[in-house]
Every structure is written in structure tokens, then in C-alpha cells.
């Protein structure tokens, strides 16, 4: 499929898992692809990697200048970058709140102003954030993290409203459990990993980890000129978690 081509397209949180996939699928389907991480060594041509940190304004501001001038432009935002926590209200310090929110809330903020002028300039101007399952699926001891993927889940419905009339499309995917180096850490972590693995699969109803080409297949759609009178909206990817 080549419906991405000719857009110029940026993916934070790109050099791993599902922003990886997400990159490597837009350059697939014809698109030139930037991505911007806190580790961009691995990122391999056709992509272009660029160091980015989402928690600050100036790193930010100048790798989105970069990836335009690289690019010629752009058209497509990928906003990827997150981290994960663990518990409930009672374990996570202040310190950890302002840390999660900081990278999945105002990371999103940030590159989104960066790059507004730019895509203002596109004629398929498309926003896709990355948000979770997490949003609204009231999961057990994900106080922080759930917190962090509502305030996407609304700033993602506030954005599209924001910038609809300006051409500029802004949805988000809303992933289950996906087979990512993340979750590979936490497998890793648990006394049982294959046990855990096992858990975490049973919980998806389609009874297995979502792929990292799963949830990128989707943002590749929401991004492309075929989803266009689409705005506003979040596509679970997560084995009918939300739906049963
Ligand atoms: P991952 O850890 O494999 O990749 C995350 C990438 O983000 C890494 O390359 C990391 O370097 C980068 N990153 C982290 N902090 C950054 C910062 N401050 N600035 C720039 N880059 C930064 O994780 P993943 O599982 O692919 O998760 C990607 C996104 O998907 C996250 O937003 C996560 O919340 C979301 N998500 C993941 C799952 C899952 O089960 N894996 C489920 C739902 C949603």
C-alpha cells in the first residue's frame, strides 16, 4: 500500500516497540518518517532518527525544526512517547506523578505546539496520540498511568476541536497489551515471567498479547488522507478488552 506517499511524518517514542513499528509502517506505505527519541541510536535508514526529549521544550522545538527541514515539512504527528507506573494512589510520591504526566501529557503538548505551524502549511494534516486501554478501563493498580492516558484520551477530543476547522485531523489509538520491550521488562521483573505472560494474555479476550504492527496498522490509518472526515475519535486495538 503506498496511501502515505509523499507525507512527511514525525513519530515520538520511535526507536522502540510500538512507535518503531508505527515508523517503519508509515515509511512502508510511502511516507518520510522522523523519529524523535530520547535514544535514537538504533533507528536505521530509511528513517531518520533525531535525539528529542518530550520533557523538554527546547529539545523539542529544535529536533521538530530539524525533522521539517530534513523533510521538507510535515504532515503527521505521532505522538508515542510514554512511560509506565505501577500502583495505587498510596505508592506513587508526588515526584512520580509529575514525572508520568510530565512525559504523557505535556510531552504531547509540547510537540504538538512545535509542529502546529507545519502542519498548518499540509494539505492531510493528521495528529495521532497514543493512549491506552488504561483511559477508561478502570485497571487495578494503574492509578498514575490511567490518569496520565485520561488526560490523552481528553486532550485528544479537545485538540480535534481545537483544529478541525484549520484541516488538521487528531485522533488516538487506544492499545491493550502489547508485546513491546515495556512489557518484556515487566515480564522479565515477575518471579514467573512465562506465568505472567500467560496472565496477561488470558486478560486480552482474544486470549494473547496485541502486536506492536497491530497498533501501528492503526495509527497508519488514522494518520492517511483515507481516514479524512475522521476527528475526534480513539480505535481500540486491544482484543475487545473495551467492548466486553
Ligand atoms: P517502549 O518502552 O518500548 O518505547 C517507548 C519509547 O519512548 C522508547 O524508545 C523511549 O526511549 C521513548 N521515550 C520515553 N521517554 C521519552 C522522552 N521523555 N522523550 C522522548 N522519547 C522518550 O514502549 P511501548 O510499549 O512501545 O509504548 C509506547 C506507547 O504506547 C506509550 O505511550 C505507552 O503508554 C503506550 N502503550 C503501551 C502499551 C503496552 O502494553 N506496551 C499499551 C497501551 C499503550
Redesign the pocket.
Known amino acids: 500500500m503506498t496511501e502515505l506517499q509523499g507525507l512527511r511524518a514525525i513519530v515520538?517514542?520511535?526507536?522502540?516497540?510500538?512507535?518503531?513499528a508505527t515508523a517503519q509502517l508509515l515509511a512502508e506505505r510511502g511516507a518520510s518518517v522522523a523519529v524523535?527519541?530520547?535514544?535514537p541510536a538504533g533507528v536505521a535508514a530509511p528513517l531518520t532518527g533525531l535525539r528529542?526529549?518530550?520533557?523538554d521544550d527546547a529539545s523539542v522545538r529544535s529536533a521538530v525544526q530539524q525533522a521539517a527541514e530534513t523533510l521538507g515539512g510535515i504532515d503527521i504527528l505521532v505522538n508515542?512517547?510514554?512511560?509506565?507506573a505501577a500502583g495505587t494512589v498510596e505508592d506513587n510520591p508526588d515526584e512520580q506523578w509529575h514525572r508520568v504526566l510530565d512525559?504523557?501529557v505535556l510531552?504531547i503538548v509540547r510537540t504538538t505546539r512545535a509542529a502546529l505551524p507545519h502542519l498548518r502549511a499540509s494539505e492531510h494534516a493528521a495528529i495521532v496520540n497514543?493512549?491506552?486501554?488504561?483511559a477508561t478501563a478502570g485497571l487495578p493498580q494503574r492509578a498514575l498511568?490511567s490518569a496520565s492516558?485520561g488526560a490523552v484520551l481528553s486532550l485528544t477530543l479537545a485538540m480535534a476541536a481545537d483544529h478541525v476547522r484549520e484541516g488538521i485531523r487528531v485522533n488516538c489509538v487506544n492499545?491493550?497489551?502489547?508485546d513491546?520491550?515495556?512489557?518484556g521488562r515487566l515480564l522479565d521483573a515477575a518471579d514467573d515471567p512465562a506465568a505472567e505472560r500467560a496472565a496477561l494474555s488470558a486478560r486480552q479476550p482474544h486470549g494473547r498479547l496485541?502486536s506492536?504492527e497491530e497498533v501501528a496498522a492503526a495509527v497508519a490509518y488514522l494518520a492517511s488522507p483515507l481516514a479524512g472526515s475522521t476527528t475526534g475519535t480513539s480505535l481500540a486495538v486491544d482484543g475487545g478488552m473495551a467492548g466486553l
Do not use: E, F, M, R
Open positions: 515520538t517514542g520511535g526507536a522502540s516497540g510500538i512507535g518503531l524523535l527519541d530520547l535514544d528529542a526529549d518530550v520533557c508515542n512517547a510514554g512511560i509506565g512525559v504523557n510531552g497514543t493512549c491506552s486501554i488504561a498511568y492516558k492499545p491493550g497489551t502489547v513491546t520491550p515495556w512489557v496485541v506492536a
